[in-house]
Nanobody, 125 residues
Framework: VQLQASGGGLVQPGGSLRLSCAGS????????MGWFRQAPGKEREFVSA????????VYADSVKGRFTISRDNAENTVYLQMNNLQPEDTAVYYC???????????????????WGKGTQVTVSS
């Protein structure tokens, strides 16, 4: 599975961005997907995850109510709509595929088998 994240950029506080993660392969729809982020000098942090059928989503408390994860299995793409961005959201954002984790483990990087290259999100005035 190959993943390509895009959509990052520079935005002012309170602004919005939509990240996309395009996956390869016909089995994309079988996998749970997650978004993580990593700020300089910090560990990789869970942001959000979505189950393979799109019916269940999980969010970190820090982004709940501001970020929305969704997926389009026909397009092999997962999205992360980020609203009301704040400077503390500045990080490199990564998408990842989990081929067999249970729901309760999807907050852990170790639950994911494939990772895309990140996309930089910078929130600054």
């Amino acid at each position: 599975v190959q993943l390509q994240a895009s959509g990052g950029g520079l935005v002012q506080p309170g602004g919005s961005l939509r990240l996309s993660c395009a996956g390869s392969g016909r089995t994309f729809r079988r996998y749970d997907m997650g978004w993580f982020r990593q700020a300089p000098g910090k560990e990789r942090e869970f942001v959000s995850a979505i189950r393979k059928n799109g019916a269940t989503t999980v969010y970190a408390d820090s982004v709940k109510g501001r970020f929305t994860i969704s997926r389009d299995n026909a397009e092999n793409t997962v999205y992360l709509q980020m609203n009301n961005l704040q400077p503390e959201d500045t990080a490199v954002y990564y998408c990842a595929v989990s081929t067999g984790a249970i729901l309760s483990t999807l907050r852990r990087p170790s639950a994911y088998d494939y990772w895309g290259k990140g996309t930089q999100v910078t929130v600054s005035s």
